[in-house]
């Protein structure tokens, strides 16, 4: 039994996302990442700074509220199931998806109570609450590594998409495919990090850069390590699955 039809065999809610080609999933795509983008700039403290770093932050919940509403007949059908009926991958996401949700509510209304730009242009009071913005910078923190290991869950979907071709359940990308992207990656950024110190736009500016430089690598870098790691172990685990299976 190959990938493909390991996958035809599961329920629905057992694969990563809802499949097929269809206008609807390719809107889905786009919004995430439309939302994956907005969140990398909004964990940029450092490189936005305020008030941008507090206006992003405003901009990701709209834009959470349409990935939840793109995605309502997934999520509904992975929480009607009982927890018992569940295959293994797929409750993992149902209780990942809730500390998600949950570092996501605390990480936005913390930051929002913590704000010091956006309450005062909305006419509201700044609360200057230390603790608030401690818990912000906290629970962002680790809201980038959650977020991570979502993308890593969600991975051949993910690829599917950047192939252009309808998602396949638990088909996996070639090894060789995914070592070139990663390779291709890292001579962008080695390329740039040697190359640009010589570039006189870049002397003029070095300081603004230096710090989206650093948060990319630290947003980015995070996320796709941690995203790449849960992906392989996921390989393994529908691999181990497929060779149950047989025996």
């Known amino acids: 039994m190959n990938h493909e039809r ?13 499949g097929g080609g269809s206008r ?5 795509f786009r919004w995430d990442v439309v939302l994956l983008a907005a969140f990398a700039v909004a964990g940029m403290y450092h490189a936005t700074r305020p008030p941008a ?5 405003a901009i990701v919940v709209p834009i959470l509220a349409i990935h939840l509403w793109l995605n309502r007949t997934w999520i509904a059908e992975l929480w009607t199931r009982p927890t018992r009926s569940l295959p293994g991958e797929s409750r993992f996401n149902r209780r990942w998806n809730v500390l998600q949700f949950v570092f996501a509510a605390v990480a936005l209304g913390s930051g929002l109570c913590a704000s010091q730009s956006l309450l005062p242009a909305l ?3 700044r609360l200057r609450s ?10 962002s923190t680790i809201l980038i590594g959650i977020v991570g290991v979502h993308l890593g869950m969600h991975g051949h979907w993910i690829w599917a998409h950047l192939k252009g071709k309808p998602p396949a359940g638990s088909q996996s990308p070639g090894r060789f495919r ?5 390779i291709g990656m890292a001579i962008a950024f080695l390329g740039l990090t040697f190359l640009a110190p010589n570039l006189s736009f870049y002397r003029a500016n070095r ?8 948060d990319l690598v630290l947003v980015g870098g995070s996320m796709l390590a941690l995203a790449g790691v849960t992906f392989g172990l996921l390989v393994r685990f529908r691999k181990g699955n497929i060779s149950a299976n047989r025996s």
């Open 6 to 18: 390991a996958a035809a065999s599961l329920p629905s809610f057992a694969r990563s996302r809802p």
């Open 24 to 28: 609807g999933e390719k809107k889905k």
């Open 53 to 57: 770093h507090e206006v992003v932050g």
């Open 123 to 125: 006419g509201l009071p």
């Open 130 to 139: 230390h603790f608030m913005g401690s818990l912000h910078a906290v629970s």
């Open 178 to 182: 995914v070592t070139l992207v990663l």
């Open 207 to 214: 300081g603004v850069i230096i710090r989206w430089e650093s």
